[in-house]
């Protein structure tokens, strides 16, 4: 086999894999939780309490995406466990990663 052929399957083997191992973008927030303001509840204020498991997160960059959060507010959502730390005890503190109203 030449070389010019080795490439030429190199790349044919490549293209097609990064077509087919992508994501797809629409399901990169495919958590479903509810807004609950818990203002005056142990040092918590806005949390977000996943449908699914029914735990509660706080975020540690929820300003960061220009929403205004109100309390029953219905969202999607992904996250990353953060290593900072909570003051609400009830939460976990997390990274939003992608955030949107449903």
Known sequence: MNKALSVELFCICFSFL????CKDPSSFCDREGEILDL????????VIRDVESSSFFEA???????????????????????????????????????????
């Open 60 to 102: 540690t960059n929820i300003n960061a995406f220009g929403i205004l959060f109100y309390d029953g507010q219905r969202i999607n959502y992904s996250y990353r466990i953060s290593p900072s730390h909570t003051s609400c005890l009830q939460a976990i503190a997390i990274e939003l990663l992608c955030v949107s109203e449903k």
């Open 39 to 46: 203002l005056g509840s142990e040092g918590c204020r806005i």
């Open 18 to 21: 990064a077509l087919f191992s």
